[in-house]
């Protein structure tokens, strides 16, 4: 836990809480997948507002080291693989996200967040299993694995 920031947390919970609530209070729901699916269709009327909260997810990102923000212990490749066998797990890890997302109708940013506040049973259902499921992972490769 060294670097835990509980203020820092609390902050990031608090924008992003506050940013997912006046999208809800749109219309419209902070869930990442939902979001750049909207993207696909070349006529949907609702691709600015889509571009626009994507530019500003990756541009946060982007900007975060740039006011000052570190990133030192952040790794491309925290397990150690092959860039061969690293690149494989990154294609077939996206893809199972694509297909999860797909088959549990959202992502974690729409149900944990977006889901859970409008006490939504199956996104809190989908929340409990994600988190659940993180908690395995977690267990199988830091036990089995040896990461």
Request: aromatic share 8%; proline share 4%.
């Given at each position: 836990?060294?670097?835990?920031?509980?203020?820092?947390?609390?902050?990031?919970?608090?924008?992003?809480?506050?940013?997912?609530t006046l999208l809800f209070a749109g219309g419209r729901i902070a869930g990442i997948s939902g979001i750049i699916g909207g993207l696909v269709p070349p006529s949907d009327?609702?691709?600015?507002?889509?571009?626009?909260?994507?530019?500003?997810?990756?541009?946060?990102?982007?900007?975060?080291?740039?006011?000052?923000?570190?990133?030192?212990?952040?790794?491309?490749?925290?397990?150690?693989?092959?860039?061969?066998?690293?690149?494989?797990?990154?294609?077939?890890?996206?893809?199972?996200?694509?297909?999860?997302?797909?088959?549990?109708?959202?992502?974690?940013?729409?149900?944990?967040?977006?889901?859970?506040?409008?006490?939504?049973?199956?996104?809190?259902?989908?929340?409990?299993?994600?988190?659940?499921?993180?908690?395995?992972?977690?267990?199988?490769?830091?036990?089995?694995?040896?990461?």
């Amino acid at each position: 836990m060294e670097n835990f920031t509980p203020f820092l947390s609390l902050a990031g919970g608090l924008v992003l809480g506050i940013s997912a609530t006046l999208l809800f209070a749109g219309g419209r729901i902070a869930g990442i997948s939902g979001i750049i699916g909207g993207l696909v269709p070349p006529s949907d009327p609702e691709k600015k507002w889509r571009l626009l909260f994507l530019l500003g997810l990756i541009g946060g990102a982007a900007l975060y080291p740039i006011i000052g923000g570190d990133i030192s212990y952040i790794s491309l490749n925290p397990y150690g693989f092959a860039d061969q066998l690293h690149f494989a797990a990154l294609i077939v890890g996206g893809l199972l996200v694509g297909i999860g997302t797909q088959v549990g109708g959202g992502c974690t940013s729409g149900h944990g967040v977006c889901g859970i506040g409008r006490l939504s049973v199956r996104s809190i259902a989908a929340t409990l299993t994600f988190m659940a499921v993180a908690g395995i992972v977690v267990f199988i490769i830091r036990t089995v694995v040896g990461g």
